[in-house]
């Protein structure tokens, strides 16, 4: 006769702890928004609109491609409110599954970005008239940077994210190498560096998820 589902045997503690694993594991991934999805997009847009800085508002004042002057602003306001839309997307669908302090960590940690951002680029707004155009470039570029990865690392230490405070460390480190490498080479470092790191923290957070 063979038996029925009530009837098998019981699980020795070995095979207990692994199927917990198993489905703790499978829990943590249907409550976790695609890493490439939410870094990838960054990642994406550092890579075109800092090149295109780059091509356009080389290292001492050297201009590679002869790219209209509005051409890398315009594309950075676009590649930003794109990538915006798109992690703001993939963090919404989780969010919805998700209730409590978690949720509310969430919904305080994405109102910080906006708040640091805004408060930041009206400091600069002000400051960066006094400015030669190269280094108030190099202002815009490294302030913005350096709150990426500082709220990077905060995020981190609210999630116990060591993978995200290892990318925060990174910005934060190239921003103060390009920063010091000064004008031109800053936007090459964020876009090959910055953005590439963004590119790898999302393959490596997704086949970790895997």
């Not at 847009?45 to 201009?63: E, I, K, N």
């Not at 509310?104 to 008239?129: C, E, H, K, N, P």
């Not at 815009?140 to 350096?146: K, L, Q, Y």
């Amino acid at each position: 006769m063979t038996p029925i589902d009530d009837d098998a045997p019981p699980l020795d503690p070995a095979e207990s702890l692994a199927l917990i694993e198993r489905e703790r594991a499978q829990v943590g991934r249907d409550l976790s928004p695609d890493p490439r999805l939410m870094y990838w997009p960054w990642g994406i847009a550092w890579l075109v609109t800092f090149t295109l800085f780059f091509l356009r508002y080389g290292p001492d004042g050297r201009v590679f491609v002869d790219l209209p002057g509005w051409l890398p602003l315009v594309a950075l306001a676009v590649c930003m409110i794109a990538a915006g839309i798109v992690t703001g997307v993939a963090g919404s669908r989780v969010s919805r599954r998700v209730m409590g302090p978690s949720n509310r960590q969430g919904a305080m940690y994405g109102i910080s970005w906006s708040v640091a951002f805004t408060a930041f680029s009206v400091l600069f707004s002000q400051i960066s008239d006094v400015l030669p155009e190269d280094k108030a470039g190099l202002l815009w570029a490294g302030g913005m940077v350096a709150v990426t990865g500082a709220l990077h690392m905060a995020g981190a230490a609210i999630w116990n994210d060591r993978d995200m405070f290892i990318l925060g460390s990174w910005t934060s480190l190239i921003n103060i190498v390009g920063i010091l490498a000064g004008p031109g080479w800053h936007s090459l470092i964020v876009a090959v560096a910055g953005g590439g790191g963004m590119m790898a923290a999302g393959l490596i957070g997704w086949l970790r998820q895997r």
